[in-house]
C-alpha cells in the first residue's frame, strides 16, 4: 500500500466494491442476506453512522423499509414511505441520487418518520436501486461518522 491518505481510502473502496460484486454474482439462498450485506458495504464504504435499504410498493406508491441499521431499525421497518412526499421517494421516482447534508431543512423530509423512531438524520445520501432500467428500491446511508457533508466522493 501507499502512503497514508486517500489513495488508501480509494483502494479500500475498490476492494469493498470487488467484495460487493462477488457476493452479488455469486449463488445465495436468502434475498435479505444480500440486501443486508449491500447495505453493510455501503455503509462501510461511506463511513457513516446509519443505512436503509427500501423496496417499492408501487400499488400503493409507496416505499417500504426492508433493512434499517440504526438505533431505532426495528421501528422504521414499520413506517411506509410515501413516493410523492420524501427524500427517497423522489430518488425513486427520478432515478437519480441525492445528497442532502441539511436533511431538517429539505422541503421533502418526511417527518413522520423522526416522529414515530425517534431518529433524527442530519445528513443523508441516496442513491437508486436499478435493474433493467427500473427503479426496484432506495439505499440511504445517513450522517458521516465524521460529522462531515456527504460529497462527490461519497456517491461515486
Not at 15 to 31: G, H, K, P, Q, W
Not at 92 to 112: F, L, P
Not at 131 to 142: A, F, W
Amino acid at each position: 500500500m501507499g502512503a497514508p491518505g486517500s489513495s488508501d481510502v480509494s483502494i479500500e473502496r475498490l476492494r469493498t466494491l470487488i467484495e460487493i460484486n462477488s457476493f452479488i454474482n455469486s449463488s445465495y439462498a436468502d434475498v435479505n442476506t444480500l440486501f443486508v450485506y449491500i447495505l453493510r458495504s455501503a455503509m462501510r464504504l461511506v463511513a457513516c453512522e446509519s443505512g436503509m435499504l427500501l423496496l417499492s410498493r408501487k400499488e400503493h406508491s409507496m416505499l417500504r423499509f426492508v433493512v434499517a441499521m440504526d438505533p431505532s431499525g426495528a421501528n422504521m421497518l414499520d413506517v411506509p414511505l410515501p413516493v410523492n412526499a420524501s427524500i427517497g421517494g423522489a430518488v425513486y421516482s427520478t432515478q437519480k441520487s441525492m445528497i442532502v447534508n441539511d436533511v431538517t431543512h429539505c422541503s421533502i423530509y418526511y417527518k413522520t418518520i423522526e416522529e414515530k423512531t425517534g431518529f433524527l438524520p442530519k445528513k443523508m445520501i441516496a442513491v437508486p436501486m436499478v435493474v433493467d432500467s427500473e427503479c426496484v428500491g432506495v439505499v440511504e446511508l445517513i450522517n458521516k461518522i465524521s460529522g462531515e457533508d456527504f460529497d462527490a466522493e461519497d456517491l461515486a
